[in-house]
C-alpha cells in the first residue's frame, strides 16, 4: 500500500449503504438501476451540483471533487463506491482505487454494447467535452469502433438544464435538436446517451432522432456490476425490508429538492452536503 492509500474506518458491513454520486443529478439515472435491481440495498447519494458540469474542469479539479465525495461518503459508512458520472470516471478512477481500498465502479459510454446493436454500423455519441477528450474513451474507440463508424457530439448546456428540472422543455428541445442534427445527418442508427444526464431527456430525444434510432446508456450494466461487486466481496445486503435512499445536494438551488424528488419520481429526503 502506498503513502496516499486511504482505509475506511471501519470494516464493511452487508447491511452498510451503497454510495453514489455524480457532478449534479444525473447519477440518479443510474441510482435508480441500482435500486431495482437491489432493492433491500441502503443508498446514499451525493449530488455535487454546485461544481456541475464536470466537463469542463481539469482532471485535478475533477480528482479533487471525487476525493471529497468519496471522503463524504465514506463517513457515512459506504462499503462501496459508484462514480456515476462518465466525465468524473474517466478523470478519476484510477486516482480513487490507488487511494481508497473499498469497491469502486466507475462508467464508461456504451460503446460496445452500440456497436454490436448497430445494424448500419453508424454509431452517435453524445457526450461531455470531458468525456470526448479523455484518454478513457480513446481507449473505447480503439478498443469497440474499429469496425463502426463513429460520430461524437458534445452537449453544452444540456446538463445545465437538466440540473434545473427541465428535461421537457421547449429549450432543452431546441438543443438536443441541435446536437442531433449532425448524428443524423451522418445516418447514425444508433445513439450512445455518453452522460448519465441525458437519460432523463430520453423521451425527447427519442423524439426527435425517430423510431428508428436506438438509444443506448449503461445504467443497468452499471447496476449488475455493483451487484456482481457485492457477491464477490460477501457484501450483499442480508435485510429483506425495503433499503432507506438518503440524498444530498450542495446545489445554491432553492428548488433543487425538487428537482431530485422530480426526478426520482417519488418522495426525497434531500439534505444539504
Known amino acids: 500500500m502506498n503513502a496516499t492509500q486511504h482505509i475506511a474506518s471501519k470494516k464493511a458491513h452487508a447491511n452498510d449503504p451503497i454510495g453514489v454520486f455524480d457532478s449534479g443529478v444525473g447519477g440518479l439515472s443510474v441510482l435508480k438501476h441500482i435500486q431495482d435491481l437491489l432493492p433491500n440495498e441502503q443508498l446514499r447519494y451525493v449530488a455535487d451540483s454546485r461544481y456541475a458540469p464536470y466537463g469542463n474542469k481539469t482532471v485535478a479539479e475533477i480528482q479533487a471533487r471525487c476525493f471529497t465525495l468519496a471522503d463524504f461518503l465514506i463517513a457515512q459508512g459506504a462499503k462501496v463506491l459508484v462514480v456515476a458520472c462518465n466525465t468524473a470516471t474517466a478523470a478519476a478512477i484510477d486516482a480513487l482505487r490507488e487511494r481508497y481500498t473499498l469497491p469502486i465502479i466507475g462508467m464508461e459510454p456504451a460503446v460496445k454494447p452500440a456497436a454490436e446493436a448497430s445494424q448500419n454500423g453508424i454509431i452517435g455519441i453524445l457526450a461531455t467535452v470531458g468525456t470526448l477528450k479523455s484518454a478513457q474513451f480513446a481507449a473505447l474507440l480503439e478498443s469497440y469502433g474499429r469496425n463502426v463508424e463513429v460520430v461524437t457530439q458534445a452537449c453544452p448546456g444540456l446538463v445545465e438544464c437538466i440540473e434545473r428540472g427541465e428535461v421537457d422543455s421547449p429549450a432543452t428541445r431546441d438543443l438536443i435538436k441541435q446536437f442531433c442534427a449532425p448524428l443524423l445527418a451522418e445516418g447514425a442508427d444508433t445513439v450512445v446517451l455518453g452522460c448519465t444526464h441525458y437519460p ?6 427519442s423524439d426527435v432522432v425517430g423510431p428508428k434510432v436506438s438509444l443506448v446508456d449503461t445504467g ?3 447496476a449488475k456490476q455493483v ?16 433499503g432507506a435512499v438518503h440524498f444530498w445536494t450542495n446545489s445554491a438551488a432553492v428548488e433543487a429538492p425538487a428537482v431530485i424528488a422530480r426526478l426520482w419520481g417519488q418522495a426525497a429526503e434531500v439534505s444539504v452536503f
Open 227 to 242: 451487484k456482481n461487486r457485492l457477491i464477490e466481496s460477501g457484501l450483499l445486503a442480508t435485510e429483506q425490508a425495503p
Open 200 to 205: 432523463f431527456v430520453r423521451a425527447l430525444i
Open 220 to 222: 443497468a450494466a452499471v
